[in-house]
């Protein structure tokens, strides 16, 4: 069964930090380029990071570029989020995506707020 499980959301100030992780499983982790979305309380989900399966090529959206950084380790079949300088507009829930099979995970809320 193919999984993406995210974690690391939570609760943080403006300024302030947070890395995102997902782990796959249940396909060959390597092969495939993904990606970073985030769906905001009554917006449509947005691409946020995208990263290619071996990371040699990575895309950002104009509102996060130069905050966020997108990796990937493929040996340990995990993509992560770093985010720095958040701001309350960051706030959303954030979903990665499998590119090229529909396959999202079940999302991580962050809040930034004082």
């Known amino acids: 069964e193919v999984q993406l499980v995210e974690s690391g959301g939570g609760l943080v100030q403006p300024g302030g930090s947070l890395r995102l992780s997902c782990a796959g499983s249940?396909?060959?982790?390597?092969?495939?380029?993904m990606s970073w979305h985030r769906q905001a309380p009554g917006k449509e989900r947005e691409m946020v990071a995208s990263i290619t399966n071996s990371g040699g090529t990575t895309d950002y959206a104009d509102s996060v570029k130069g905050r966020f950084t997108i990796s990937r380790d493929n040996a340990k079949h995990t993509v992560y989020l770093q985010m720095s300088n958040l701001k309350p507009e960051d706030t959303a829930v954030y979903y990665c995506r499998l590119d090229g099979t529909g396959t999202w995970g079940q999302g991580t809320q962050v809040t930034v707020s004082s």
């Open positions: 249940g396909f060959f982790f390597s092969w495939y380029h």
